[in-house]
Nanobody
């Protein structure tokens, strides 16, 4: 059974940085594509970033690619999301996701496993 556990969320002033982590159990991350999504109150869940098997294959939401970086740590079976220059509009619950496959997708419907989410709150 694949389980995902996010950590690293919290409250932050605008301009600060946070690093989210997603610890994966039940599957090695080298055999699956991983993604980060976020959901603000009253909004649909939206794509943030994804990383493929090699770690060189990454994709980002256009509006976030200059501030956010996704990476994987194979030794710890963990995926990270480094978020810099945070803005109040980044406030959301951030979810880690994994899919049964190696191809990277940006749509929630391609991901089979989800974490419980971690809250990120950015104040101005």
């Amino acid at each position: 059974q694949v389980q995902l556990l996010e950590s690293g969320g919290g409250s932050m002033q605008a301009g600060g940085s946070l690093r989210l982590s997603c610890a994966v159990s039940g599957r090695t991350i080298s055999s699956t594509a991983m993604g980060w999504f976020r959901q603000a109150p009253g909004q649909e869940r939206e794509f943030v970033a994804a990383i493929g098997k090699s770690g060189d294959s990454t994709t980002y939401a256009d509006s976030l690619k200059d501030r956010f970086t996704i990476s994987r740590d194979g030794a710890r079976n963990t995926v990270h999301l480094q978020m810099n220059s945070l803005k109040p509009e980044d406030t959301a619950v951030y979810y880690c996701a994994a899919r049964d496959g190696l191809a990277v997708f940006t749509s929630v419907r391609y991901y089979n496993y989800w974490g419980q989410g971690t809250q990120v709150t950015v104040s101005s």
